[in-house]
């Protein structure tokens, strides 16, 4: 075997060289770029490290802010609770209010009446006993039905004193507003 000529050698070593030298670049360059990736890397799990850190503080922040929000809320429907029973009383005090209203406004229709029949209870008082005739209300027996002067019948049938068709409906009623038997 002939060995080959001075300059193929040559040649060979200087493609030889160029290739290692290639190579050494490659290597450098590779080098550069896993540590620029190696640092990319780590800044990204330091920014996800982060992100999550603050996304937990983000839930916790909402959650206590929605804690504060029901408490807020329970405290407004007791409220509303209170603010619905105390509407239910000042209604019913209307309707009582409206009731005795309405009864005041039956009493002062019937003031004339009433005063008319005063100023006969005081007309009879001024007249006095009739003489001769003994009064039995000193009596212990006596239960005041002897002793009436007037005829309560024509009274209570008078056309003077009659009830409207209101007076008659609400009578019941107004009897057991006042605790009386009329």
Known sequence: ????????????????????????????????AERTVRGQAESLIRKDGEL?????????????????????????????????????EKDDLIVQLTHRSRLLAKICRSRPLLDNLLAYMAEGEQLGAIPGIQSQSNSPIHDGSEETNCLTSQISNSKDFSLSEDDMDDQDLDKTLFGTTV
């Open 1 to 32: 075997m002939s060995l080959p000529p001075a300059v193929q050698i040559r040649e060979a070593n200087a493609h030889l060289a160029a290739l290692h030298g290639r190579v050494a670049e490659l290597e450098r360059r590779l080098a550069a």
């Open 52 to 88: 999550r850190l603050a996304l937990r503080e983000l839930g916790a922040a909402k959650d206590r802010e929605i804690a504060v929000l029901e408490e807020k809320l329970l405290s407004s429907e007791e409220d509303t609770q209170k603010l619905l029973n105390v509407i239910q």
